[in-house]
């Protein structure tokens, strides 16, 4: 299996930390890519027509992508319970991938309009419209501690990576403060061993 | 069921077009619902944090969201067959939803720079890089119009509410002269009653 890469999307993260949780990370090969909005990489074009990490390869041939396929992918590939296979545990997963994935959308839109867009062209409103996302999700994450289990799952794993890149990239924003029960969940989820491992090629 | 609804949402339409497919339209009741990326919903956050539609309601009290949790809900409770259940069906299917809604998110960041963003924060780089993954996922279609089906599942109906949207918002674009083998399986698609439909509070 081979992955279109690159160390600081959230979403190969994502990925890699399934892939590890499923104990197949060996199996997967990091390919370099160059992923851009502006300066679309044409060889990742060649896969994938959005030009978007991550894409992946199977052993079989398929290509896949986005994130949320690949790691359903690799669940039922290595026979894991990342996904709940029905019923309400299912929905609820699927849910909070959502919630993390929205997260992590919205970041990334604020990111784009802080480094990738001239300056003279940036929009405060629409920078603190997305934080906000950010934060209204936090505050939903703190009024209702149970959501987050102390289970890997690919809930609680898009979420621990929307988390992770708000350390990476909006250390600013303090959100351990302000969100402690937040906080003390991530303390420990961090601390699986495919949360603090690190990729490169 | 419940869906927290907007009329040109074409997220919504996926989950709508979902539910007429599988004959469970007449169960779902449409709410009104003003979502907006600086003006955020505060009754739609109160469900969703993330203040997006669609946002649904199951009949047992679980929130869903986004369209994709959405979708495979409704499939699962009619019984369905949009999402095949197992094996290269499945990721092709879900990997053809992601190219949809890849080319959905494009073309809706495209249309938030050109009517939402003040004019003079507008940065036309980034305006011409979210219509480039529109042309090239247009482009890959027309070179393999195998991966169009004419049945309905989860991928087609993601890439007809797609093509919808640029019709409805990008009408410019011609895309129908440039792709002509998209277009004919579009003429046929568009004219299942699920795509015909249209919907209004």
Redesign the interface.
Known sequence: MKILFSPTSPYVRKCLVSAHELGVIGRVQLLPSNAH??N?DREI?ANN????VPTFF?D?G?????S??IC??LD?TAGGTLFPR?G?AR??A??MQ??GD??LD?AL?AR?EDV???E????P??R???L??VQ??L??LQAHPALLGSQADIGTIAVGCALWYLDLRFAELGWREQYPAVAAWYAGFSQRPSMAASWSL
Do not use: C, F, N
Not at 120 to 123: D, E, I, K
């Open positions: 909005p502006i679309r074009i027509p959005l030009g978007k199977t079989d398929l290509v896949l992508y986005d949320r396929v359903e992918y039922t029905s309400a929905w609820q699927l849910t959502s919630l929205g997260m919205a839109l784009y990738t867009r001239p003279a062209q940036r929009w409103e629409w603190a419209g997305q906000d996302k209204t999700s505050q939903h």
